[in-house]
């Protein structure tokens, strides 16, 4: 993806953690046909391989499985926050008029070669995996084991898993960095004040991101 230095984020705990929070992910495949863009959920495996293993399950039915060209490495799209930001938050819009819109946003790439598990035994323990981190918050976390085991047997039966070691991150965090400090400020200001949670969350890391916020 197009890489502004201001706008790269190559700090791999970061990167992570926002694949561990926005698991679900766009998985590009190439097979015969060209292509493929699914929308797959997938579980990061950090101490698995150098960089991580991401996890998941996609429905026997789906051709993905049988058809990725397993030899061509995937792609792995996660997308964060965003928001679109516009130029009458600027206060530089009153002294010069020189402002135009544009869109802030959060995006991890992922790549690697596709491996494919057709094993209950390690769908499973993936599916078990995910649903653990998914329902940590709530008050009564639902388990695998609460269904009946020879429903969940058949349910498993219907999908396979698939593995991707990661050999490269790439992060993008396009958080207004490129505007001056009046600006960022009077965006964060405006992005409050909206009622969405994803203004809010933008908003939190524009003050994160700032470039004289400093960086651990």
Known sequence: MYQ????????????QALVTSQPLSTLVTLSDAGLVADQIPMLLRVGLGPLGTLV?????????????????????IFQGPQHYISPGWYPTKQEHGKVVPTWNYVVVQARGLLRVHDDAAWVREQVTQITQQQERASAKPWAVDDAPRDYTDAMLKAVVGISI?????????KVSQNQP???????????GALP?????????LLTAHAPDAGRA
């Open 4 to 15: 502004p230095q201001h706008f790269e984020e190559t700090r791999l705990d970061v990167l």
């Open 56 to 76: 998941g399950h996609v429905a026997r039915a789906n051709p993905l499985w049988r058809e990725t060209r397993l030899e061509t490495p995937v792609l792995v």
């Open 165 to 173: 070691e990661v050999t490269h991150w790439a992060g993008k965090w």
């Open 181 to 191: 400090a009046v600006n960022r400020a009077g965006v964060v200001q405006a992005l």
């Open 196 to 204: 969405d949670g994803q203004a809010q969350a933008m908003a939190a």
